[in-house]
T-cell receptor, first 114, second 112 residues
Framework: GENVEQHPSTLSVQEGDSAVIKCTYS??????FPWYKQELGKRPQLIIDIRSNVGEKKDQRIAVTLNKTAKHFSLHITETQPEDSAVYFC?????????????FGRGTSLIVHP | SAVISQKPSRDICQRGTSLTIQCQVDSQVTMMFWYRQQPGQSLTLIAT?????????ESGFVIDKFPISRPNLTFSTLTVSNMSPEDSSIYLC?????????FGEGSRLTVL
């Protein structure tokens, strides 16, 4: 099955700095890569996703890049703000009978210091 | 996207008892899933809740311990049976709609 590695486990930045979280996956057939943000005590929420036919996608201060050859994808947050502090999970969708069952990384705890 | 209401939001349970978590979606969804999230850890898939048939369990999870029901396209339950302290965790219901996976708020269980 799919295996997703995520680094770093903790990331501490100053407000205004950029933050980058990296993930690798093992299943070359994976074709959908979502990122989730989970604030303390809250549910995970989808913040951005990318499909394998696209190399990069941006949405305001966040962007995701995908390198299918190397089987890695990254989340980039620019001009970080204290409200960006949360745990971020990457995921990769493997193919299991056509159903959508993503495999999640272990999460990155992002701390933005004001 | 659809909204999932999950309850209870938290509970403290005694060893050996069972607890049922309910998950209600405000619209029909094709796929529903149950995840476990232990403190500071990632999301581990327990099972896929299949409407009208038995759930599909992931390796390490069995029906006797985590019986699941899904009587229709908007509702599912997960029971954590014969609980032990190792079952203390957050249990999350999720659904899939238009390709996107969305989650309930989670149920935080503490087993004493």
């Amino acid at each position: 099955g799919e295996n997703v590695e995520q680094h770093p486990s903790t990331l501490s930045v100053q407000e205004g700095d950029s933050a980058v979280i990296k993930c690798t996956y093992s299943d070359s057939a994976s074709n959908y890569f979502p990122w989730y943000k989970q604030e303390l005590g809250k549910r995970p929420q989808l913040i951005i996703d990318i499909r394998s036919n696209v190399g990069e996608k941006k949405d305001q201060r966040i962007a995701v890049t995908l390198n299918k050859t190397a089987k890695h994808f990254s989340l980039h947050i620019t001009e970080t703000q204290p409200e960006d502090s949360a745990v971020y999970f990457c995921a990769a969708k493997g193919e299991t009978g056509g159903s959508y069952i993503p495999t999640f990384g272990r999460g990155t705890s992002l701390i933005v210091h004001p | 996207s659809a909204v999932i209401s999950q309850k209870p939001s938290r509970d403290i349970c005694q060893r050996g008892t069972s607890l049922t978590i309910q998950c209600q979606v405000d619209s029909q969804v094709t796929m529903m899933f149950w995840y476990r999230q232990q403190p500071g850890q990632s999301l581990t898939l327990i099972a896929t809740a299949n409407q009208g048939s038995e759930a599909t369990y992931e390796s390490g999870f069995v029906i006797d311990k985590f019986p699941i029901s899904r009587p229709n396209l908007t509702f599912s339950t997960l029971t954590v049976s014969n609980m032990s302290p190792e079952d203390s965790s957050i249990y999350l219901c999720s659904g899939r709609q238009t390709g996107e996976l969305f989650f309930g708020e989670g149920s935080r269980l503490t087993v004493l």
